[in-house]
Nanobody, 117 residues
Framework: QVQFVESGGGLVQAGGSLRLSCAASGRTFSFDAFGWYRQVPGKRRELVAD???????NYADSVKGRFTISRDNAKNTVHLQMNSLKPEDTAVYYC???????????WGQGTQVTVTV
């Protein structure tokens, strides 16, 4: 059974940084793409960034230049470094397998990111 455990969220002032981590379990993911998503109440979950098995990355326009996605295949983990955070980045952040918004598995519990002015 594939599972995701997200961590690293918290409360931060605008302009600050956070580093999110996603621990994936259930099988080997070396040849899978991963994506980070976020969701605020009343809105659809949106793709923030993804990374394919070769390390190629893609970002939503709203986070380009501020967020960096990376992966550690040996540890089955994916990270999201978030810099220059803005209040509009406030959301619950999730990870999943897949590229371009095409997620494959049930969602984990997510990690809350709250950015204050």
């Amino acid at each position: 059974q594939v599972q995701f455990v997200e961590s690293g969220g918290g409360l931060v002032q605008a302009g600050g940084s956070l580093r999110l981590s996603c621990a994936a379990s259930g099988r080997t993911f070396s040849f899978d793409a991963f994506g980070w998503y976020r969701q605020v109440p009343g809105k659809r979950r949106e793709l923030v960034a993804d990374i394919d098995f070769g390390g190629r990355t893609n970002y939503a326009d709203s986070v380009k230049g501020r967020f960096t996605i990376s992966r550690d295949n040996a540890k089955n983990t994916v990270h999201l470094q978030m810099n220059s955070l803005k209040p509009e980045d406030t959301a619950v952040y999730y990870c999943n397998v897949g590229l371009g918004g095409n997620w494959r598995y049930a969602w984990g519990q997510g990690t809350q990111v709250t950015v204050t002015v």
